[in-house]
């Protein structure tokens, strides 16, 4: 019996991998023009450090977590999210003591044990930032700002961005619990997840896809009317510098996040071109995240994106798989004599900084044409007895189709000259 890949896990490779390097790519060089630093966190933290951040009540820790005993009796999981490792690691290092604010950006593998399907898997990677130590609306601006050009740079269009408030601690609890109130005298006609989910994170009931959930939450209590000055001064300014930057947004009042520790703005990139797995990306403004892990009050904001879904839309409104520019440099050698000079140029062209393959199969010219093309290689160097005899090599454009002879000592410089 074959072993295969964990349910909910898989490979990547082959054309699917020239995808992944270019979003990374893309992610490094957005984050790099925000002048935000890449930070990597291990896989495995201390269960504690999401029981405290994420929630104990969140369905995150509750029933998605890969969690166990190491060989030292410790509980450990191997992260769902990235903002909790991140804050644990600034408390750690006391990051904060070397500059007033942080900018960083991470990317990398998640784990939750959820129902596997298109776009969500128990393995997912994320590209995501982190600005830390500004209480200001222009944070969040710069955090939104940053996912959007993500996206706009990586060749999507057909998102939307959704934005809402939830205001300051103080008038999230006074809305919860008016909330609950509400929930309870329409108990009987929630949905068993609703049901369970009103107690202990009423909020999440309000952006159930449950129809009979829908009906009833479009009755509730409207968080805004909770709002004190400070939350509403915060979310117009918000909405105010999105419109000067000229970004399209709508507000979605029942848009509230998963998570224990947001407050003020949360916001997400939806799609209809994805199903049922609508969401992209998101984030919003965590400033009690440091105080529920120790690290006092520091007010930070972040967004995480899904790379899955977000190939997987770039693959919805292109119709197929991006694919590579021509690239590199694929020598043939024809005969037994030309074996040597072969690695001998391979050689030089690599140390100059050229991408360089051959067939190490000893097949037929045809053959090594063939594989050339499969490579996607944007030239052929060919040499056989007589270019042997000259010091030449038959040069071609697999772009253009020229074909030159030149000397074996300008392959270098004219290959230079086109790529």
């Known amino acids: 019996m074959s072993i295969t890949a964990i349910r909910g896990m898989r490979d990547i490779y082959g054309p699917e991998m020239r995808q992944w390097h270019r979003a ?17 966190t291990p896989i495995l933290e201390s269960t504690d450090l999401f029981k405290r951040g994420v929630g104990e009540e969140t369905d995150i820790v509750g029933k998605e ?23 644990r690691a600034c408390i750690e290092h006391s990051l904060l003591h070397h500059s007033p604010t942080l900018r960083l950006w991470y990317g990398g593998p998640q784990f939750r044990y959820d129902r596997p399907q298109k776009g969500r898997y ?9 600005c830390i130590g500004s209480p200001h609306p222009e944070a969040d601006i710069e955090i939104i700002l940053l996912a959007h050009e993500t996206l706009r740079r990586f060749g999507v269009s057909k998102f939307q961005l959704e934005i809402n408030s939830l205001g300051t601690s103080d008038v ?30 009423p909020l999440r009931v309000l952006d159930s896809k449950e129809e009979s959930d829908r009906r ?24 105010t510098l999105l419109d000067v930057a000229g970004i399209p947004y709508v507000v979605n009042p029942h848009l509230v996040r998963g998570l224990d520790y947001y407050n003020h703005t949360v916001f997400e990139f939806t799609t209809d071109a994805l199903g049922s797995q609508n969401a992209i990306g998101g984030g919003g403004r965590y400033d009690p995240l440091f105080a529920m892990l120790g690290g006092g009050e520091v007010p930070a904001v972040g967004f995480s994106i899904g790379i899955e879904r977000l190939l997987l839309l770039w693959e919805a409104e292109h119709g197929q798989m991006a694919t590579a520019e021509p690239h590199g440099i694929y020598i043939i050698g024809i005969g037994d004599d030309a074996r040597i000079p072969v690695q001998l140029i391979m050689l030089r062209l690599r140390r100059a900084g050229h991408h360089v393959v051959s067939d190490i199969q000893r097949r037929s010219v045809k053959a090594q044409m063939k594989d050339a093309n499969r490579a996607a290689v944007a030239y052929t160097v060919m040499i056989g007895e007589s270019e042997i005899k000259t010091s030449t090599v038959v040069l071609k ?6 074909q030159q002879t030149i000397a074996q000592s300008e392959i270098e410089r004219v290959v230079s000259q086109h790529e």
Do not use: C, K
């Open 65 to 87: 977590m890969y969690t166990f005993d190491d060989r030292g009796g410790d509980s450990v999981t191997m992260r769902p999210e990235m903002t909790a490792p991140i804050v």
């Open 216 to 239: 009833i939450a479009a009755g509730a209590p409207r968080l805004e009317d909770f709002f004190d000055e400070a939350s509403s001064d915060h979310f117009r300014a918000v909405r």
């Open 397 to 402: 454009n697999m772009v253009t189709g020229e």
């Open 122 to 130: 128990r393995q997912f990677h994320q590209f995501g930032a982190e």
């Open 172 to 201: 999230r609890l006074r809305y919860r619990q008016a909330l609950v109130e509400f929930l309870t005298a329409h108990e009987s006609a929630l949905s068993e997840d609703s049901r369970r989910r009103m107690h202990a994170n």
């Open 24 to 40: 990374e790519s893309i992610f490094r060089d957005v984050a790099d023009a925000f002048a935000y630093e890449e930070f990597r």
